[in-house]
């Protein structure tokens, strides 16, 4: 729970905002410190579970949705801002 408060405290002082999507939100932190300093991007995003397709061969197809890697605050803010209780507390929707 402070966890989130603090990220989300340090995001807002780097010009960012609770709309802003977790990548976003982290690019403006990693920004604001400057010097080159950048999180690393090593978390790949949860992909939505489905059945594997066919391709009218034996074979399943490919998975076609591919995401670039996140860095696990980014994956965090993300995760966060999907919740009831953030969207209430931060004002999601208010303008």
């Known amino acids: 729970m402070h966890l989130a408060a603090w990220l989300h ?3 807002i002082l780097s010009g960012g905002s609770f709309r802003d999507s977790g990548n976003v939100a982290i690019a ?3 920004e604001h410190v400057g010097g080159g300093f950048a999180l690393a991007q090593d978390v790949d995003p949860p992909q939505p579970v489905s059945a594997p ?3 009218g ?3 399943p ?3 076609s949705t591919a995401t670039a890697p996140k860095s696990k605050l980014a994956v ?3 995760v966060l801002a ?3 209780s953030w969207q209430k507390v931060f004002g999601v929707g208010a303008i």
């Open 76 to 78: 965090l803010w993300d």
């Open 61 to 63: 197809a490919a998975a």
């Open 28 to 30: 403006r932190l990693e």
């Open 82 to 84: 999907a919740r009831s």
């Open 53 to 55: 397709r066919t391709t």
């Open 57 to 59: 061969s034996d074979e």
């Open 9 to 11: 405290e340090l995001v």
